[in-house]
């Protein structure tokens, strides 16, 4: 059975009936389960139980439909609501006003999608893990499921910040120097050069080993940014073990903190601009940061590497190179949203902030993979790249 095209049929029901009575036991039988079990399924796929998403998918419909002019008992009552009073309530509480307001020019209605669930290809640890310090699993081999979520920018930093502050290297990890992601090195890429004397800024410094790091190295300054206020701590925490005094923001990248401008020799990010809301204004925000002639070094996992699974001793395709939309997934009783972005976005992006692009590294270091040599994920990284790395300049 293809589970995926099952579960899109039964959401494709549901959609057709919210303004009448919902049969489950159709959808159970479209997914060939019980009642019970459909309703366990969706609540793991989507984090939200079935009986709240259709509630927020009618007063969103309800919504649409007052705004195009509809008498509200009517729309009360196609929904399912015994008596105006009890649709106004239901109403104000999901969108904040009440139903009459709805047709005024400028009112925010909280519109709640309809989901779809298609495969996303999520990542597998590719070297033994350290209980301290384990390598970043966004975006490589193994097949996941993820349901697409509409772009709110304010949603999605919510939802990732609060994994970061309950699960994030708990169910993820921690990539950090000296490795950029899976099998691509500093120590062979050479790409920082000398940094003793240097100021430094990292976007999404997570625990702080990235800075240790660069202080490892007699950096002048460090500084970094991180949207989790749990990963600010433990990054002061570790930081501080090793001696070091770091100027720490909790804040999104995509945002003004008081970071100052025209300021570090260094901006860099390891695995973290991926998770930017507004990849184009980052990089902006990025470029006022460093001084002229600055340097901006970024990794994430290869876009090519997230549309394509090993299998069977072969490769083959899983989702569209193309696709942009946002996604979630959920990992560990927490959930994150990711948007899987063309390699020419970021390169396209970094031009119109202003960048030159120095170096870009897509190849796998092999005595790296000589570490993993019998797993798929290694044996995948040797037929097409999985992280890659780029080395860019400020005009």
């Given at each position: 059975?293809?589970?995926?095209?099952?579960?899109?049929?039964?959401?494709?029901?549901?959609?057709?009936?919210?303004?009448?009575?919902?049969?489950?036991?159709?959808t159970?039988?479209?997914?060939?389960?019980?009642?019970?079990?459909?309703?366990?399924?969706?609540?793991?796929?989507?984090?939200?139980?079935?009986?709240?998403?259709?509630?927020?998918?009618r007063?969103?419909?309800?919504?649409?439909?007052?705004?195009?002019?509809?008498?509200?008992?009517?729309v009360?009552?196609?929904?399912?609501?015994?008596?105006?009073?009890?649709?106004?309530?239901?109403?104000?509480?999901?969108?904040?006003?009440?139903?009459?307001?709805?047709?005024?020019?400028?009112?925010?209605?909280?519109?709640?999608?309809?989901?779809?669930?298609?495969?996303?290809?999520?990542?597998?640890?590719?070297?033994?893990?350290?209980?301290?310090?384990?390598?970043?699993?966004?975006?490589?081999?193994?097949?996941?499921?993820?349901?697409?979520?509409?772009?709110?920018?304010?949603?999605?930093?919510?939802?990732?910040?609060?994994?970061?502050?309950?699960?994030?290297?708990?169910?993820?990890?921690?990539?950090?120097?000296?490795?950029?992601?899976a099998?691509?090195?500093?120590?062979?890429?050479?790409?920082f050069?000398?940094?003793?004397?240097?100021?430094?800024?990292?976007?999404?410094?997570?625990?702080?080993?990235?800075?240790?790091?660069?202080?490892?190295?007699?950096?002048?300054?460090?500084?970094?940014?991180?949207?989790?206020?749990?990963?600010?701590?433990?990054?002061?925490q570790?930081?501080?073990?090793?001696?070091?005094?770091?100027?720490?923001?909790?804040?999104p990248?995509?945002?003004?903190?008081?970071?100052?401008?025209?300021?570090?020799?260094?901006?860099?990010?390891?695995?973290?601009?991926?998770?930017?809301?507004?990849?184009?204004?980052?990089?902006?925000r990025?470029?006022?940061?460093?001084?002229?002639?600055?340097?901006?070094?970024?990794s994430?996992?290869?876009?090519?590497?997230k549309?394509?699974a090993?299998?069977?001793?072969?490769?083959?395709?899983?989702?569209?190179?193309?696709?942009?939309?946002?996604?979630?997934?959920?990992?560990?009783?927490?959930a994150?949203?990711?948007?899987?972005?063309k390699?020419?976005?970021?390169?396209?992006?970094?031009?119109?902030?202003?960048?030159?692009?120095?170096?870009?590294?897509?190849?796998?270091?092999?005595e790296?993979?000589?570490?993993?040599?019998?797993?798929?994920?290694?044996?995948?990284?040797k037929?097409?790249?999985?992280?890659?790395?780029?080395?860019?300049?400020k005009l």
């Open positions: 059975m293809d589970w995926q095209k099952c579960m899109n049929q039964a959401l494709d029901y549901i959609e057709n009936n919210l303004s009448c009575d919902i049969d489950y036991s159709v159970a039988k479209i997914m060939n389960c019980s009642e019970w079990e459909f309703r366990r399924i969706f609540s793991f796929f989507a984090q939200i139980p079935l009986s709240e998403y259709i509630r927020r998918r007063l969103t419909m309800a919504a649409i439909d007052i705004k195009n002019g509809e008498k509200i008992i009517d009360a009552i196609r929904y399912g609501y015994d008596s105006q009073a009890a649709f106004s309530r239901a109403f104000s509480r999901l969108h904040g006003i009440a139903p009459s307001l709805a047709r005024d020019e400028g009112a925010m209605l909280k519109i709640f999608p309809r989901l779809t669930f298609k495969l996303i290809l999520m990542e597998g640890n590719s070297m033994e893990k350290n209980p301290g310090h384990r390598t970043n699993i966004i975006g490589a081999g193994e097949v996941g499921c993820a349901v697409s979520v509409d772009g709110d920018k304010n949603n999605i930093r919510k939802m990732n910040g609060s994994f970061w502050d309950t699960k994030g290297n708990e169910v993820i990890g921690t990539t950090a120097l000296p490795l950029y992601g099998f691509v090195s500093e120590e062979k890429c050479r790409l050069g000398n940094v003793s004397g240097k100021k430094l800024l990292e976007i999404c410094c997570g625990t702080g080993h990235s800075l240790q790091y660069h202080g490892d190295r007699n950096a002048s300054e460090l500084w970094g940014i991180d949207i989790s206020e749990k990963q600010i701590e433990k990054a002061k570790h930081l501080s073990s090793k001696g070091y005094l770091a100027k720490l923001f909790c804040s990248m995509e945002e003004d903190c008081g970071i100052p401008v025209d300021y570090f020799d260094y901006v860099y990010s390891i695995y973290g601009v991926g998770w930017s809301t507004d990849l184009a204004g980052t990089f902006c990025i470029a006022s940061y460093l001084k002229k002639d600055g340097v901006f070094i970024f994430w996992s290869h876009p090519i590497h549309c394509v090993f299998e069977n001793d072969s490769l083959s395709f899983k989702k569209c190179y193309f696709d942009e939309s946002w996604y979630s997934v959920s990992l560990d009783g927490g994150i949203s990711l948007s899987d972005r390699l020419s976005t970021y390169i396209n992006a970094l031009t119109k902030a202003g960048f030159i692009i120095d170096e870009m590294i897509e190849e796998s270091d092999d790296i993979i000589q570490l993993k040599k019998d797993s798929d994920f290694a044996k995948k990284a037929m097409l790249p999985v992280t890659f790395v780029i080395k860019a300049r």
